[in-house]
């Protein structure tokens, strides 16, 4: 639902705000899923409602970072889209590594309360530093040169 209206999203609040408000959303399923997923199966009531949250956390977090790279100048738009892809794989890679680490340190549902906390601690972390910087008003600029001197020369 958010993916889908992410142009209308980011036409009336710009890229950023929703982007910190799907980093926090993904806190708030963590969360949800700390208070209320215990040993015993209760899907509807325990689980549903933070995949809801993490629903729309992805689709308030992608959506703005794929625009983002459409944006960019068409000598620049394949570097950017590969960055873009390079850095969630590298991050998907690495952020399951850390949680599966993680899941196998406790017994039973105790190791999905540190997973649970792992992601509110990332996920944190992330909606902390968007929001720094809009409202510090940084942005990272790349500078590629135009021309790359050929090895002939």
Request: charged letters at 10%; a positive charge; hydrophobic letters at 50%.
């Amino acid at each position: 639902m958010f993916a889908v209206n992410a142009g209308w999203i980011r036409s009336r609040f710009g890229r950023t705000l929703p982007a910190v408000a799907g980093t926090l959303l993904m806190v708030v399923a963590a969360g949800y899923w700390a208070l209320f997923t215990r040993s015993a199966p209760d899907y509807p009531v325990a689980f549903l409602p933070g995949l809801i949250a993490g629903g729309m956390s992805a689709g308030l977090t992608q959506a703005p970072l794929f625009a983002a790279a459409g944006t960019l100048a068409p000598d620049r738009a394949a570097t950017g889209s590969a960055v873009l892809t390079m850095a969630r794989q590298v991050g998907s890679a690495i952020g399951v590594a850390i949680l599966v680490t993680i899941l196998a340190s406790g017994h039973g549902i105790s190791g999905y309360q540190h997973g649970f906390d792992f992601i509110i601690i990332v996920m944190t972390a992330c909606g902390v530093t968007n929001a720094a910087g809009t409202f510090l008003g940084r942005t990272a600029r790349v500078s590629w040169p135009k021309s790359r001197p050929s090895a002939a020369h």
